[in-house]
């Protein structure tokens, strides 16, 4: 069972920097899938931002594309999201999953999520 | 590129059969073998419960059902019960510059 746990700070003030790092148990089970975070705004649906292989292939949200940024500490089992010149329209719960099947946009484990609220 | 395509709510009573489409392009939905739907209840984490057009995941009832036809995608849920009321999203791939989409979401009320 493959268990992901997000942390981050819950508040970001407007035009500065979003950043949020997920952590996933079982090293094996990194091998070959993709790994992804997606947001949801409160009471709103769902956003993907962004995925990256272990092969160092990122796929990015065109919507954000100019202002999001992922990367992978392999050696500590960890997953980063960087979004930058943060907004009230970013405040969301965010999520990083694992993404499986061939193109990895089978999302089948997630973490619990984290609220991030951007406020002054 | 746009979200897919959802309506926004649907309902049925217990025992009943509803589906929820997804509609989008041949860029995304039609184009691809990799539709996927989610679960989603009140203040949860999103569960994976169709994959790859029409798959079950291990452990997710066979109630749940996924088809598709041209650009539009469908999730099927026969004998309605009380627990499946939820917020349901689809999603799909769709090629390597865009990647992945999600729809904007169908409220499941179960009267």
């Known amino acids: 069972q493959v268990q992901l746990q997000e942390s981050g700070p819950g508040l970001v003030k407007p035009s500065e920097t979003l950043s949020l790092t997920c952590t996933v148990s079982?090293?094996?089970?990194?091998?070959?899938?993709?790994w992804g975070w997606i947001r949801q705004p409160p009471g709103k649906g769902l956003e993907w931002i962004g995925t990256?292989?272990?092969?160092?292939?990122?796929y990015y949200n065109p919507s954000l594309n100019s202002r999001v940024t992922i990367s992978s500490d392999t050696s500590k089992n960890q997953f980063s999201v960087r979004l930058s010149s943060v907004t009230a329209a970013d405040t969301a719960v965010y999520y990083c999953?694992?993404?499986?099947?061939?193109?990895?946009?089978?999302?089948?484990?997630w973490g619990q999520g984290t609220l991030v609220t951007v406020s002054s | 590129q746009s979200a897919l395509t959802q309506p926004a709510s649907v309902s049925g009573s217990p025992g009943q059969s509803i589906t929820i489409s997804c509609t989008g392009t041949?860029?995304?939905?039609?184009?691809?073998?990799?539709v996927s739907w989610y679960q989603q209840h009140p203040g949860k984490v999103p569960k994976l419960i169709i994959y790859?057009?029409?798959k079950r995941p291990s452990g997710v009832s066979n109630r749940f059902s996924g088809s598709k036809s041209g650009n539009t995608a469908s999730l099927t849920v026969s004998g309605l019960q009380a627990e499946d009321e939820a917020d349901y999203y689809c999603?799909?791939?769709?090629?390597?510059?865009?990647?992945?989409?999600f729809g904007g979401g169908t409220k499941l009320t179960v009267l």
């Open positions: 790859e057009d029409n």
């Open positions: 990256i292989h272990l092969s160092g292939s990122t």
């Open positions: 041949s860029s995304d939905v039609g184009g691809y073998n990799f």
């Open positions: 079982d090293y094996s089970a990194r091998s070959g899938y993709y």
């Open positions: 999603c799909s791939f769709a090629g390597s510059r865009i990647f992945v989409l």
């Open positions: 999953a694992r993404g499986g099947g061939s193109v990895g946009v089978d999302f089948d484990f």
